[in-house]
């Protein structure tokens, strides 16, 4: 059953949405961290009864204590207030008190030797000014015609002398300006010679037109990708012809941390102590010229098929993930096109995971161990992972959105798991997008969004759709993201276009399945596997162990020894010997499986 919890803060009101009530106070705080940005260390949680005043939440061990062990029920409210440590916090805040006082003191005896005070319409402070309470002498010629709810000095749509010529003349008039006679507002101001010539000229906004850039609101970008990638292989040759001598540094995956050791020294090691010569460089974002996979094809397309239809019929409003394995191969070239890397998908397995509002959370997997097991013993490996979502665009980020920020730091993450010698990585990210017609769609991110994830630079945005700069802590040294030849400040958000690279989704000609079965689910239990084997009862064993699944439970809980000889016969093509079918079919009957 969901467990709900509500949040007020000073950006206003939250949900916090848990599987159950087992799940931990850390949960809580690290989902408080992605909602609001305020982390973990900071946050000062307390509790409001319905009658009564808020008590702080306090917990020993947020790691091991449960929110049902911490006392909180189904749709409690908690309260977060962001904690300043230290003496110079406080004493900061008791001088702005005062300061604030004394500024309000200031404006109530202003009005008492005045006389002035702020009417009922007035927006501001005892000190402040507006056109409904301004001592400007008023004009007679002013004067409004109707009920109108302002000074005698201002003018409404009531009673300017706009529209009393327009009512004169019988037309009605277009706008409703709210000012005097004697100033121009945008909606009433003349038009100028060139205005027809200025407005089909790129209009910049107000943050960067004094230098003539352009901002993450305003640059023009396409609805789709459309870069030319290289396969990896030819790319570095053709580095090779137009720089022989510098071309394994274009190639190298860079680093966004302090050089170890320093080269001129005399002082402590980085990130302690730094110097010109051993600082991090700042981050040019780039996109990127080349890829490392270049197609993906599912050999068996039921398991997508099954995915997707499990993720629709348990609700489109939560994400769901998948790892994909199979293995790599080259393609032949030809005249048309060189040799290419490409991913060929064999199975599907699901990871335990957790959906929260900015996307997906994995969590420990018991089988993982076993899981990589079998499918070394199976000659697979993860080539990728596989995720859901629902239609994403705006205006803001020019069209479609191929990846959210949660996504593409995993993505980061799993290509700098599963790397070379190198450090790079072949693992594709494919997206499933719900619509009418359902069409997989392959990336990678750069090499250059791995280091910066890897070095610890990038952070969650506000908006989930992007991603910010990490704000440094106190003695700590974040390297410069320069976005659009502009460096971004610490916390700005930018768009992420120039991290993706797109991979090629393809199926095969000729499809050649490793598994008979895709049906066995990937959290299965005993219960399953009864059903399994009712079900395929008249195959022979060969082809009911046939799915991938299947085997990894039988691994973890029948023989492991067995399955891998199983495993090396499937991938041999080959049935399995007398010797293991006798040893896995006892096995099943101890079990009463069979």
Known sequence: MVFLLRLRSSSGTKRLVFESSSASIQDVQLQIEDVTGVPVERQQLSTKPPMGKPQKLSVARPGSTSIQAAGLRHGDMLLLSEVHSGPAAAEAGEQAESVQFRKYMQGVKEQQRTGFHPTSQCKHGPRGRCMHCSPAEADPALAPERECRHAANAVCPNCSEYNKEAKEKGIKPKLACNHADSVFCPNCIPKAEGDEEELKKPVLCECNNAKGEWCIHCVPKAEQVRAHFWPYKYWVQEQKRANPQHWHEVSQVPSYKGKL????????????????????????LRLQKYRHCDDISFEDVRGVQQ????WVASGTHQQRAGILFGRYIETKPNKSQPSRVRALVQAIYTPPQQSVPKGIRFQNDPKEATMHRVAMALGLQPVGWLVTTLPREGKKYGGKVFLSGSEVRQAARFQNRYKDKLGHSKFVTVVLEHSDQVAPEGYQVSDQCVALERDRVLASAADPLTLSQRVPRKGDLVPSVVYKNKPLRPGDEFLLDEFIVKVRVMSSKVPKPMFAHDTFPSN????????YFMQFAQEPLDKRLSDFNLLCWLSANVDADAVDAVCRSLRRGQAITGDVKNRIERALRNKQLL
Request: aromatic share 8%; with cysteine; proline share 17%.
């Open 261 to 284: 050791p320093c080269p001129r020294g005399g002082h402590a090691p980085w990130p302690t102590g730094v110097c010109l010569e051993c600082a991090p460089p700042n981050a040019h």
């Open 307 to 310: 995915f997707y239809s499990e």
């Open 524 to 531: 299965g239990v005993e219960g399953h596997a009864k059903a």
